[in-house]
């Protein structure tokens, strides 16, 4: 594909964009767990308290009848991998794929870092994209080099891309080995920014709070304005004392990503999927091989992506679709607006046949 402003991403028959009809096959989640556990978590407990042990995990019964297929209009935007969407206020879309990409109903069109913030030969980037507060793009993570990670923040302003150190206080050291960043920013109260063995800052509109980040790197997600981080050992809560062990592990391999709230998580390791609820964990059969990639704003709505495509849980069983994988990564503004990305370029969605979300 040409660099260059790509139209029309509005509703399918209202531009030119061309849309596809797509019905996935079917799949079925599986029954609940039986065996018994500790209480489910609602947020991390007060510092200084015994973290819970560690939940059973139940192996699934036997699958029920498979589900309705679930439709898609889906139009393609991109033609390039996809590793990372980020959605602004408004009609505002950021992506990472061979160079960064903004766009807004109007279309997409690319932002190319200048040469001196790309990476030297040799060098490896390992970076998200986010939107600031001021609806512009921000991208954050790890470039990591023969002497050891150092961090990348970049803030996209009228005149292009540049480095944008000076929204991260003490957090602004990038030399070689001083460790990589992770994090969540977004117009959404709190964001947060860290760096491991040194700080988070939790950034409210209220203020600036630091906590200690702990000895290794977060994957981190907001939701109904609370932060959580998944490591090795399960799922916590961050405050002004640090990382608390809300919802301990099962007993998982390699987490690679996550979704949780309140009482309700779901998390991928290799070829399996974990879902807490209840105040036990149980495995699921996975419907996208490796889970890569978990978006919803409720527990009866989830969606997921993976190696082998994509999926929606309604609180009770999967739901395949048909989109050709491997996907990286999905994100959405409600259930009628959704966005997909991985291998095949960018992929944006309006299901058929779920209610107004």
Known sequence: MKPGLIRGYSRCGSRSASCLWLVGCAAAHSAPATSQAPPSASIAPAPGTNAPTSPAV??????????????????????????????????????????????????????????????????????????????????????HGERGDRAVYLRHLANGWRDGREEIGSLAGSGPGSGGLWGVLGSADPELVCRAGATCIIKRNSGWTSAPAGAEPRLVTLQDGVLWGLEASGISGIDAHGWTLAIPAARWSGPQAFWATRGEAWVSAAQELFHYREGKWETVPTPVGSATSFWGTRSDSVWLVGSTGAAHFDGQRFRPIAIDGPLRVVRGRSDRELWFGGEAGLFYAEPAGLGAQ
């Open 58 to 143: 139940a192996a699934s019964s036997a699958p029920p009848a498979p589900p309705a297929p679930l439709k898609l209009a889906l139009s393609r935007l991109l033609s390039v991998p996809v590793t990372a969407i980020a959605l602004g206020e408004g009609t505002r879309l950021a992506v990472l794929a061979d160079t960064p990409y903004v766009g807004d109903a109007r279309g997409i069109r690319p932002l190319p870092l200048p040469a001196t913030l790309r990476p030297k030969p040799g060098e490896v980037d390992q970076l998200g994209i986010f939107f600031g507060r001021d609806n512009e793009p921000r991208i954050m993570g790890s470039r």
